[in-house]
């Protein structure tokens, strides 16, 4: 069974200061997604990463994939309390695409 | 938003009583998954299809079963449910991308269940 671990599991930071999530596996993915899911609602997909050392940025988000495909990160840079939710990383298996092994989460809280 | 809908949204029910769950998409999408979701777990894989009547286990499979009948629908039993199938439940579905072979998931609502 793969294993994605997430670290932090929580973070509560103030308005404007950076952050950093992690995504870390002793397995190859052959892709690896990061979501994000608000309380009450289902998780939405933020970003697919495919080869290895890829760097993806969206607005103030900038996830990285890591040069052996077994860990990525997630940097935020000026949270504002919009970004408050679950962050969810998910890895496809080798060969098993279809099926995802999702990540413990990381609980950010953006504060004012 | 991808067109997911989920049935019933709440549902509370007694130990020992058969529980089914509904998930409709209308994305024609050819894989569908049933996950539930625990504090401390993350989301976790109960069952999937990868076309009508073609179904496999996820990882904590004891205690459901699944059907698909149609590629609409998606449907999770809870054969007789216990205390410890309080979850969160979450229906998905996905196609593969062109490039890539990637999978990317689209997420129904949820399902908040309560066995008491």
């Known amino acids: 069974t793969q294993l994605l671990e997430q670290s932090p599991q929580f973070l509560s930071i103030q308005e404007g200061e950076n952050l950093t999530v992690y995504c870390n596996s002793s397995?190859?993915?052959?892709?690896l997604q990061w979501y994000r899911q608000e309380p009450g609602e289902g998780p939405v997909l933020l970003v697919t990463?495919?080869?290895?050392?890829e760097v993806k940025k969206l607005k103030r988000l900038t996830f990285q994939f890591g040069d052996a495909r077994k860990d990525s990160s997630l940097h935020i840079t000026a949270a504002q309390p919009g970004d408050t939710g679950l962050y969810l990383c998910?890895?496809?298996?080798?060969?098993?695409?279809?099926?995802?092994?999702f990540g413990t989460g990381t609980r950010l809280q953006v504060t004012l | 938003d991808a067109g997911i809908t989920q049935s019933p949204r709440h549902k509370v029910t007694e130990t020992g009583t058969p529980v089914t769950l509904r998930c409709h998409q209308t994305?024609?999408?050819?894989?569908m998954y049933w996950y539930r979701q625990d504090p401390g777990h993350g989301l976790r894989l109960i069952h999937y299809?990868?076309?009508?009547?073609?179904?496999d286990k996820g990882e904590v499979s004891d205690g459901y079963s699944v059907s698909r009948s149609k590629t609409e629908d998606f449907l999770l039993t809870l054969e007789s449910a216990t205390s410890s199938q309080t979850s969160v439940y979450f229906c998905?579905?996905?196609?593969?991308?062109?490039?890539?072979?990637?999978?990317?998931?689209?997420f129904g609502p949820g399902t908040r269940l309560t066995v008491t």
């Open positions: 998905a579905i996905s196609e593969s991308r062109t490039s890539g072979g990637t999978y990317e998931q689209y």
């Open positions: 397995s190859v993915f052959s892709s």
């Open positions: 990463v495919v080869t290895g050392g």
């Open positions: 998910a890895g496809a298996g080798v060969g098993t695409a279809s099926k995802l092994t």
């Open positions: 994305e024609n999408h050819r894989y």
């Open positions: 299809s990868y076309g009508v009547k073609d179904t």
